[in-house]
């Protein structure tokens, strides 16, 4: 079992930058290959990136490439997402996943454990 929390939403301005962490409860953190996603109000769960068990490869939705960066910290148990350049299209909750295993995944599918999301609103 692994334990995911979020921190880090908030409110923000367009144009603000944001980071995003996850921690998970469990020391095979570095087993894990890690994702993020986000829901906006009555839209379905979309994937934003991913990154595999050591950080080296790393994958992202195209409506957010050059804005955001995934990285991780496997000594801190930790996974973030740096958002930069915010718009308010970008307000929804924001969800982090372990992967069912060391590598990255793309879908929901790929992912066993989500922590309980934290919510980013961007003022306009």
């Known amino acids: 079992q692994v334990q995911l929390v979020e921190s880090g939403g908030g409110l923000v301005q367009a144009g603000d930058s944001l980071r995003l962490s996850c921690t998970a409860s469990?020391?095979?953190?570095?087993?894990?290959?890690m994702g993020w996603f986000r829901q906006a109000p009555e839209k379905e769960r979309e994937f934003i990136a991913s990154?595999?068990?050591?950080?080296?490869?790393?994958r992202y939705a195209d409506s957010v490439k050059g804005r955001f960066l995934i990285f991780r910290d496997n000594a801190k148990n930790t996974v973030y997402l740096q958002i930069n350049s915010l718009t308010f299209e970008d307000t929804a909750v924001y969800y982090c996943a372990a992967a069912r295993g060391p590598d990255y995944g793309l879908s929901t599918a790929d992912y066993g454990y989500w922590g309980q999301g934290t919510q980013v609103t961007v003022s306009s």
């Open positions: 469990r020391r095979t953190f570095s087993w894990y290959g």
């Open positions: 990154i595999n068990w050591s950080g080296g490869i790393t």
